[in-house]
């Protein structure tokens, strides 16, 4: 995976160990910003409050728009960054939490509870020590995202040379709204190009 530059680098949060075998964490990241490209011995689920996380892998790109999110297996080497700035969580789940969960990266519908729950955590986890009642929401969020149904990369690919340039702009700009017959005459706007 080819690093690309970034404005703000962020450290890994956890390059070792986790604080806990399932746990919760949030961040407000600046526009053009990105994690270096790493991988654990546990699973993640990165979700986005508003704004567009992008999840780059040695074979595939990612972009989690806040009606998805990413899920990562174990040993996933991988490149967290976004254009704009967004709000964001991590579940992490340790061995032990991934039974069910998928085996490959994709990208998970989130259901309106895992979105409540991921919005409570947001607003009212504490942290370590884990309270008895984050341990229960966090094992209730886990079984939900062992649930929820697995929609794969939602970035679209194509080998068509005509479609490729559609996609890779909306991939440069991806929160455009471009009239549908601007794409089909070739008039995009010069600021998407």
């Known amino acids: 995976m080819a690093e690309v530059g970034s404005t703000h680098v962020y450290a890994t949060p956890f390059p070792d160990e986790l604080p806990a075998p399932l746990f919760y964490r949030a ?7 990105s994690y270096p490209e790493h991988s654990h011995t546990w699973g993640e689920f990165v979700y986005s409050f508003c704004g567009v996380m992008e999840v780059k892998l ?3 790109h990612y972009m989690a728009p806040p009606p998805y999110g990413v899920w990562l297996p174990p040993h996933t080497a991988h490149r967290g960054q976004n254009r704009d700035a967004t709000l964001y969580c991590s579940v992490y789940l340790s061995e032990p939490f991934l039974e069910g969960l998928p085996k490959v990266p994709c990208a998970l519908a989130v259901s309106p509870m895992v979105r409540s729950v991921l919005e409570y955590l947001r607003d009212n986890f504490q942290g370590l020590p884990l309270s008895a009642e984050d341990e229960r929401l966090l094992l ?3 079984d939900q995202l062992a649930r929820a149904e697995c929609a794969g990369s939602y970035l679209p690919d194509t080998n068509d040379p005509l479609l490729s340039k559609v996609l890779n702009q909306l991939e440069a700009c991806p929160g455009i709204t471009v009239p549908w017959q601007s794409w089909q005459s070739g008039l995009i706007p010069p600021n998407v190009r």
């Open 27 to 33: 961040e407000n990241m600046l526009a053009d910003s």
């Open 58 to 60: 040695a074979d595939g």
């Open 140 to 142: 209730v969020l886990r």
